[in-house]
């Protein structure tokens, strides 16, 4: 090959580059330019080297050099020893000086860099570079492998279907069920990519932890999060499946939970309590709370489903807080369900005047409410509020119903102003039984097993007072 058909190719190879760069996808640009680099410098390695008058305001310099030195800006680099330099002729005027310039190397010759260093961490943060979205980091599940099913469910921030994972082994196919998660990309507010990195972050955080549901990875270029599927039904949804005076929830709860048929419904409820306390307990011993306790983020399930803790494991972790790592710490950020929020969380500002619609199951109807977040740093004691008024649901049938817990928490926080006022001895629990239309409420499921004490413990207004989820454990109601 000549040295001038080399250069030509090269030139003709490079041009057409740039010419189909236009038409790329910005974050593919590394991609052109590592094929460019990868098939220009064959071709100049071809061209022998050879010298070059390097002329300065001293004098002329011979160098020696390859035609992709010379590219580069090299030449200055790689002079040969003994090259005769020429000196300017003593009567001529020196040249005026020529104004130099440091030659940057090209594009490709960058990209080699950062492919070098690239970065793999998965702490991201807000608006911050992450080398995974731009595929540094290979996908745990193929997209060709991963076959997408029926939707099972939808939230604020994204949508969840059942999946399954077909790969090719001796003898055939073999298929594995999962449950994946897509991202809404027109959340307001925020950029969905923040919450989806977050929930990443959190899942392989709390690989192994026998709280939450079995993480598989990504799939894709993060097009979705995948988990084993281990059941579909939510503790939200056996709630909401009868009336007010149907036990049907516990009974529900009970065969997602794989027990037997004749098990009684205060057996199933200490089954359930248990479980979800040992399974927010395993979350604490992690380091992590999860912020947003509530039926819907509670997963029925069993040992035999594939459960590494049991009957009960916390889903929807994109809002966790995260110790070890400072994500989610702040109180910059309320995420919390207004119904099992904490309520040294938020205030309510009232409306009055207004009859609201949170009258009713004990309340006196004052009017509708404005919530205001007072900024507290996330605690173990949300979650432990969280989970006993959840337990107060579900040990009541009257608060089964969609919005029925809505009126008794408005209702309790109409309780927790008459008992700061009144610097009474009592309970915000027991005030709220006290009122007016309580006789609306059976609570004998509660004084059955003993829980009463239990759930009181846990739904205490003061969070110094309130009882920790180990405390919890050791309750005589949950057989401790």
Known sequence: VSRSAAAAAAIAIGNDADRTHSALPLQRAHDRDVRRHDTIMPL?????PRRYRHRTSWGVAHVACTFEERERGDAHLTMLEGSVVEPAPASATPPPPQPTFPA????????????????TSYQVGFGSYDAEMDGYVPADVSLATLKKGDKV???????????????DVEGGEQSREVIIKEYKKNVRGRDWFSFYSDERAICRRLVGCTGVAPFIGVAGSDAYLVWENIGETTLGAVMETGDAASEAALKAAAAAMCMESDTTDAAAFVSV???????TRAMHIEGVVHRDIKPDNVLLTSTKAGSPGGGVVLIDLGGAADFDTGQGC???EAIFDPVYGAPEQFTR????????????????????AGLTATGAVPTE???AFGVGLLLLRLAVPALHPPGAMDRARAALDDAAERVEEEAAGRSVLQEWRAAPGSES?????????GAWSLVEGLTQWDPEQRMTLSEALEHPALGK
Not at 153 to 167: D, K, L, N, P, Y
Not at 441 to 449: Q, R, S
């Open 381 to 383: 004691a949300f979650d």
């Open 349 to 368: 500002t009232r409306k009055s005047g207004i009859a609201g619609g949170f009258a009713g199951l004990f309340g006196g109807g004052k009017g509708d």
């Open 153 to 167: 469910g939808e939230g604020s921030f994204g949508t969840v279907f059942r999946a399954s994972i077909v790969e």
């Open 104 to 119: 940057s190397p090209p594009p490709p010759l960058m990209v080699h860099r950062a492919l070098e260093k690239k970065d």
């Open 441 to 449: 409420c059976d609570f004998a499921l509660l004084d059955k097993v």
């Open 44 to 48: 100049c390695r071809l061209i022998p």
């Open 330 to 332: 702040s109180g910059d």
């Open 273 to 279: 309590a248990r479980a979800l306390c040992q399974a």
